[in-house]
């Protein structure tokens, strides 16, 4: 791999989830203090992004398959999303909020998939290159976290409700104009292309890959506790709102050094499987360190955990979905995981808000029996993992 290319992609994955990472962590406490919503209306708003990535392998992945060069549609993507954010920066209501964050996340969401498959089409080898360009996503969101916190020790805590999005915002005004320096990668053309993941439903036969979906949509609907709960529980237990945004980039940091320096290495020794296995184990030991809630630097330092858990699971999942799938249809099979990852979050989302407002009493969250709840789940999944997904 040149480095050229190596730069190239880098700077696409750091774009990337610098934009995510602005205001991914933090707009819940907004929303839930400032803004006065339920768990319930909070949930909604983050399940817009789960819900746009159900739809857009559907229309995203037939634009780029027929008509569009991929690097063309992440430019479009990301130039319109970044008026989307500045509008839901100004938005003080429910609805306004949801309909902003909705329309940005049908932009935000085949871009997710769109940087993989990018990355992947012209990566020499994929299965040894992808750790080392997606630790710049890692990077990404432990620098703008650390931005944000800086920003608001600068006496701006006042507009806490508004500054991640607008960071947000400018991160995809760069990523947009960026996106058209990026390798070319023209779309196949193929006039009797179907729709990606109508085109990868095949691969459903293979039972092993079948658990593995099935796995990946349980996991998917318990890490929304984190992205849902984290901020909001972090302040009940003391940590002030200022010092949030960079609390929480330790799970970037280790997911870094684990894409970096671990999971390259433990991959090709324990298999496909034990490799699952171990992120999701990491997840259920975060949540029992939430139940417990004391002490409080053993809470914060529990989130390093995510880290490592999202460079287990996740990450190694992308490869082996473009190891598993057959050349021609792999951008296709991505698009399938993404259907699936983004049907856990949402249902996710809905189930930590439903769960979040039944154990709310006179305002204040019981976050013991909240993050049990995942903790024992995830557990279950682990199980799963290792007895019944053999990794073919």
């Known amino acids: 791999m040149s480095w050229e290319l190596y730069f190239s992609l880098s700077a696409m994955m750091f774009l ?16 839930l203090g400032p803004l006065r919503m339920n768990a319930k209306q909070t949930a909604w708003v983050y399940a817009t992004l789960p819900l746009a990535c159900i739809l857009s392998p559907l229309v995203a992945g037939q634009i780029v398959d027929r008509w569009m060069p991929t690097e063309w549609f992440l430019a479009g993507a990301h130039l319109v999303g970044t008026i989307c954010l500045v509008i839901a920066a100004k938005r003080n209501t429910f609805r306004g909020m949801f309909a902003a964050m909705g329309i940005y996340s049908l932009l935000y969401a085949p871009t997710l998939a769109l940087v993989n498959s990018l990355a992947f089409h012209h990566l020499p080898h994929p299965d040894t290159d992808y750790f080392w360009v997606r630790v710049w996503g890692s990077v990404a969101w432990v620098l703008v976290g ?86 909001r529980f972090l302040e009940d237990i003391g940590v002030a709102p200022k010092n949030i945004p960079a609390a929480m980039t330790l799970a970037q940091i280790v997911q870094a050094i684990s894409m970096g320096a671990i999971v390259p290495f433990i991959l090709p020794q324990i298999g496909y499987g034990k490799t699952l296995a171990l992120g999701i184990l990491a997840w259920a030991l975060m949540y029992l360190a939430y139940a417990v809630t004391r002490p409080r630097w ?71 029996p909240i993050f049990a709840i995942p903790c024992v789940l995830l557990m279950l999944c682990a199980l799963g993992c290792v007895t019944v997904f053999k990794g073919n």
């Open 16 to 31: 990337q989830f610098t934009i995510w990472g602005a205001w991914g962590p933090v707009l819940s406490a907004h929303l």
């Open 146 to 231: 650390w931005a944000l916190a800086a920003w608001r020790r600068w006496g701006r805590i006042k507009i806490a409700a508004s500054d991640g999005l607008m960071m947000a915002a400018v991160f995809s005004l760069v990523m947009g104009l960026f996106s058209f320096t990026l390798p070319h990668t023209p779309p196949k053309g193929a006039p009797d292309t179907v729709l990606p993941a109508i085109k990868a439903l095949g691969m459903l036969k293979n039972p092993d890959f079948a658990v593995f979906l099935i796995i990946s949509f349980i996991v998917g609907t318990q890490l929304q506790f984190y992205f849902v709960g984290t901020s």
């Open 298 to 368: 053993l809470v914060v330092a529990s989130m390093m955990l995510h880290g490592f858990a999202f460079a287990c699971f996740f990450d190694t999942a992308f490869i082996y979905v473009n190891r598993v799938s057959p050349p021609d249809i792999r951008g296709s099979a991505q698009s399938l995981y993404f259907v699936v990852y983004g049907l856990g979050l949402f249902g996710g989302t809905q189930f930590a808000g439903v769960i979040m407002d039944w154990l709310r009493r006179d305002g204040r969250f019981r976050w013991r």
